[in-house]
């Protein structure tokens, strides 16, 4: 984390700098190490909007399809979709959001 007395542009820095570590390690196909770095990411002040709602879809993605826990999944894609400024993203991640908890839905019912 960094220290409470950091300038702004440390601030984005650091949310640059956890962003493209994210991002090799996903490439890489180190998804826990990714999820790390984005969720280290989330954590640090004043994240600029459209970086917290890429960071929110790509746990949420994380946790979809490699941890299966579409709760958590939920949770991310809601984080994305209140941070989405854009109207055509924003219907993507609501589609996405959809999708979830139809499947959310399926396994409750299964379970019954």
Known sequence: MTPAGSSIIDIEASAHAFGRLASIYRRQRRYPDAAAAWTHLLKLPRV???????????LAVHHEHRLRDL?????FAEHALKAEPHHARRLAVQHRLTRLQRKIGSTTE???
């Not at 600029?48 to 790509?58: D, I, K, T």
């Open 48 to 58: 600029p909007g459209r970086l917290r709602c890429e960071v929110s879809l790509a």
């Open 71 to 75: 709760r958590q999944a939920q949770c």
């Open 110 to 112: 299964r379970m019954i």
